[in-house]
């Protein structure tokens, strides 16, 4: 009866109410301790949804697989937004910098399709786009193209 449980929690702020017990609470794991592990691996996360994996045995052992939090999450709690733009060709509801696009690229890296931090940075201005957020002031569109001639290497540089 071993398997695989992936949920989505607040970082710092699982319970056992929904989805984790719910799901657990058939299994021999003890919920609690699955909450409270949760609870202490997310805490730099807190407030942030994060993507986690619980593995359990039936001997009621389990195993934690924590993710990155989603993209749009990191760039709207580090810019303090709660929702992004319903219009986001023409309506922008914020402003990033771009060394906090770095600091974003830096805790994805590992899960992206790039190969280095430029590419990261571009990755992540991609979601801007998506948000309705600008970058130093700018429309994200323009913030590739600025990378690839060069205007960021200082700041993106690994």
């Known amino acids: 009866m071993a398997g695989t449980v992936d949920v989505l929690v607040e970082g710092g702020r699982a319970n056992p109410g929904p989805p984790i017990g719910p799901v657990l609470g058939p299994t021999p794991v ?5 909450v409270s592990k949760i609870n202490e691996v ?11 994996k619980i593995v359990y045995e039936d001997d009621g052992s389990f195993e934690l697989e924590v993710g990155s939090p989603p ?19 023409r309506s922008f509801v914020g402003d990033i910098s771009v060394e906090q696009i770095k600091k974003i690229a830096a ?12 590419n990261a940075a571009k990755e992540i201005s991609g979601t ?3 948000l309705g ?3 130093d002031g700018k429309n ?6 600025k990378v690839d001639s060069g205007v960021y290497d200082d700041t993106l540089a690994e």
Request: charged letters at 25%; aromatic letters at 6%; a positive charge.
């Open 42 to 52: 997310t805490a730099a996360y807190d407030g942030t949804q994060v993507p986690v």
């Open 71 to 89: 993209t749009a999450a990191l760039i709207k709690k580090e810019i303090g937004i709660e929702k992004g733009s319903g219009y986001s060709k």
């Open 140 to 145: 994200p569109r323009d913030f590739k193209e």
């Open 30 to 34: 003890d919920v609690q301790a699955v």
């Open 133 to 135: 957020v600008t970058i």
């Open 128 to 130: 801007c786009v998506a």
């Open 107 to 118: 805790q994805k890296l590992p899960g992206l399709l790039a190969y280095d931090l430029k």
